[in-house]
């Protein structure tokens, strides 16, 4: 959709330049984590446990340390021992125990996969055969996988130390419920026994992979001085140092992080397997060590996100108005606590007005790995069920389903789930263009049926820092703490040529390391082109304030008789009054007429607003074998102000994507051992560009009035709507309706044909 009227001003933001990191990318040049290479370097390997859940009894490493060409041998007990601190760093908050714990197991181990010991020599072959030199002695335990086995009586604990929070009082004894969450208010009983239609279903979900293509690997160096140095792929390096710094209780100005690029991260990047484990080694053998995981290590021992067991009702009035609404859910949590409920709560009705509501989230600890961020974390798995519930209210009441989520959708000064009210948001919008697009009233084939579905993130600001300078040339850097997972550096370099009013090729973005910018909180939530924007335009425009004092300067008139034109400083005074002068003369003078010129801006962001999505899908049934098939995808999204459009849609065409594979194909699956069987993208099912029709992106341009391009943040949506848009589609095709995921062909078929 075309950008509203007082947008097209702009110069640069809108327009779609060349990316800056295209070339280094397509040429191989581009340096990421697996590539980086230290002089000296050992090679490491980390020994990780068969069993789901053990005690462990006791490590014997010295035949591997006797081995010739190793250096070093760690295990937990070369950790230090750490008080309990919850540090909110990346997206959640962690234990910093657990972090520890979790990079290499102490006394038990509570998942396959969990890391028991780690080995650094002179070459990968020697490093291997040094892990098989390795003994633990384990007692193993019994083990829960799913959610509700794990609350059962008798189920086993996990930790003795967790006690379910935000319940009151606090519980006596430890259990796996590690976290509830509630949110809510009115009489809901009343009003669905009142309600003219009511819907109750029970929906599931398996935990999936972010699936990034380049695994976690990195480099440390911890030098004879105290002082260290980490180059790793990271969503936040300034997380990777503070958590590093945590688990190795040193300070933080002691530990250099430097981001490399990163091949995918999608929230999974947000956290810390390697760096402590890589930190130790390198300190015991006096060389930097590299620790890389492979690809099946990736899917065993890192963060997915959490699968769930949701109960929802819902309820209306004869003419389609939302009464009440009651959803309840439990979501593994993995092995320690993943702080993904609260944004489920948060995320589950708040699209929509609803006078009656209860929402009730629960983490549950069971013996996978902890679960971690995965593009609006916690959303998708309530949404889901919310999404399939509504279109099954629809049916109950005859009502077209668009209409009924264009009836109840929340609009400016709508309240929040937290009572606050809502701010320009364009749901609205969404459902409209939804409504006059093409593909909602397009024919369909036989075997054929179409879905919809709505959804929202909420988006964030946070801290950024931001150092834009000026060359003597008159070029602009413009260096952030946010690493570029999804187009920052360009979004960034047209944010300052546009404040400049400069063409877009005389500007350059970087990512700095920690000790070269001021912190900045992770790439994640979709808040890198706010915040991080914000902090660019308020340093450039800091720039181009100082530019035009330099030229009065030099010009030898008050500063208040110069302006910025086009670029370039114009003379209003006297004799000289017309007269122009360009940065690049300016900067050119620069250290005869006041030094370098450079702005800092560090702020913790606000005024950041959700983005809403309304996906339509298009499946085709096979009756025969129930495979589904894809034919046409749609994904229509409130964007704020896209400032470079490709950027834009493309992640809004690869969340979607990531949502379909969820809903069709993805899933973990465990052994009745416990052991996690699809370990490898041969046996882990992703979408590939065979199996989905071209996504066609629909970008709704609602500016957010709190930033200044109106920006709201864009990656985290796109994901959220495709799971019940793609179960509403199959609904609508072959008539039955699918409520666990995925809807592999296998579940599809035992639908379309009960009898067997």
């Known amino acids: 959709m075309n950008a509203p009227e007082q947008m097209k001003q702009f110069r640069h933001v809108g327009t779609r330049p060349v990316r800056p990191d295209g070339v280094d990318k397509v040429t191989g040049r581009a340096l990421y984590s697996p590539d980086f290479k230290a002089p000296g370097m050992l090679w490491g390997a980390i020994l990780r446990s068969p069993h789901p859940h053990a005690r462990i009894i006791a490590i014997d490493t010295r035949q591997a340390e006797a081995l010739a060409g190793v250096k070093a041998v760690a295990t937990g007990r070369d950790l230090p021992t750490l008080e309990s601190l919850v540090m909110h760093v990346g997206e959640g908050a962690s234990d910093i ?45 019994p083990f829960v996988l799913g959610v509700e086995e794990a609350l059962a009586e008798g189920a086993p604990i996990l930790h003795d130390n967790v006690f379910t929070k935000g319940v009151d009082p606090k519980p006596d004894k430890p259990s796996n419920a590690a976290m509830r969450v509630e949110m809510g208010g009115g009489d809901v009983e009343g009003a669905l026994a009142s309600a003219a239609a009511t819907v109750t279903g029970r929906y599931s979900l398996e935990p999936v992979h972010q699936g990034y293509i380049e695994p976690h690997a990195c480099v440390a160096s911890w030098n004879g001085d105290g002082q260290a140095q980490i180059w790793t792929s990271s969503q936040g390096h300034f997380s990777v140092r503070a958590l590093t710094a945590s688990v190795l209780a040193m300070p933080q100005a002691d530990i250099r992080v430097t ?46 996100a959490p699968g769930a067991v949701i109960d929802v009702r819902l309820g209306a009035a004869a003419d389609g108005t939302l009464v009440a609404a009651d959803v309840e859910f439990l979501y593994h949590s993995g092995a320690y606590t993943a702080n993904d409920a609260g944004a489920g709560v948060s995320s589950a009705i708040g699209h929509y007005r609803i006078a009656n509501t209860r929402v009730v989230g629960v983490e549950v600890l069971c013996n996978r790995p902890a679960a971690k961020a995965y593009r609006a974390p916690g959303a998708p798995q309530v949404n889901f069920a919310v999404e399939s519930a509504m279109d099954e209210l629809a049916g109950k009441l005859g009502i077209d389903p668009l209409e009924l989520r264009l009836k109840n959708a929340v609009v400016e000064g709508d309240p929040q789930t937290t009572g606050l009210p809502w701010g320009r948001i364009g749901y609205v919008e969404c459902l409209e263009a939804a409504k006059a697009h093409p593909h ?172 809403f999505g309304v996906h339509i899908c298009d499946t ?42 969820w809903a069709l194909n993805e899933a973990y699956i465990y052994s009745k051992d416990g052991k996690l069987d699809n370990a490898g993208f041969l046996d882990y099912r992703m979408p590939v560009a065979s199996d989905l029709p071209m996504i066609e992106a629909v970008l709704v341009e609602v500016p957010n009035p709190s930033h200044p391009y109106g920006v709201k943040g864009v990656g985290e949506v796109p994901i959220v709507p495709p799971l019940a848009a793609v179960a509403n589609a199959i609904h609508a095709a072959a008539g039955v309706r699918l409520k666990d995921l995925p809807m592999a062909p296998d579940r599809v078929y035992a639908a379309l044909h009960p009898e067997g």
């Not at 509570?110 to 040094?130: C, N």
């Not at 849609?649 to 990531?658: L, N, P, R, S, T």
């Open 259 to 304: 981001p490399l690029e990163i091949g995918g991260g999608f929230g999974g990047k947000t956290t810390i397997y390697l760096e402590p484990v890589a930190m130790v080694l390198s300190k015991k053998s006096g060389r930097p060590v590299r620790l890389a995981m492979t690809r099946e290590e990736v899917f065993r021992a890192t963060g997915p």
């Open 620 to 661: 085709e049934v096979d009756p025969e074998t129930g495979h589904v098939k894809i034919v046409r995808y749609t994904a229509i999204q409130d964007v704020g102000i896209a400032i470079h459009p490709d950027y834009v849609e493309g992640q809004i065409q690869g969340g979607a994507a990531q949502g379909i594979g």
């Open 440 to 611: 909602w009233s397009a024919p369909l084939g036989p075997n054929q049926g179409r879905g919809i579905a709505g959804g929202y993130w909420g988006n964030y600001g946070g801290p950024s820092t931001v150092n834009v300078s000026v060359a003597e040339d008159g070029t602009v850097t413009v260096a952030t703490g946010s690493p570029d997972i999804g187009g920052s550096r360009a979004s960034m370099a047209i944010m300052a040529a546009e404040v400049l009013d400069i063409p877009y090729e005389r500007v350059r973005a970087v990512v700095a390391d920690t000790a070269s910018i001021g912190v900045s909180m992770v790439t994640g939530g979709s808040r890198t082109t706010f915040a991080t924007g914000m902090a660019t335009v308020q340093a450039a425009e800091e720039v181009k304030r100082i530019l035009c004092e330099r030229a009065a300067r030099i010009w030898g008139v008050a500063a208040d008789q110069v302006e910025w034109r086009s670029g370039e400083v114009t003379c209003l005074d006297g004799e000289k009054q017309g007269q122009v002068m360009s940065a690049a003369a300016i900067a050119g003078r620069s250290f005869h007429s006041g030094g370098p010129i450079a702005a800092v801006a560090a702020l913790s962001a606000k005024g950041w607003l959700p983005g």
């Open 97 to 141: 125990v657990d972090v520890s714990h979790n990079c290499l197991a102490l006394d038990k181990v509570l998942y396959e996969g969990h890391a028991v010991a780690a080995v650094a020599a002179t070459s990968p072959e020697i490093a291997r055969e040094a892990l098989a030199l390795i003994e633990v002695e384990y007692e193993e335990l």
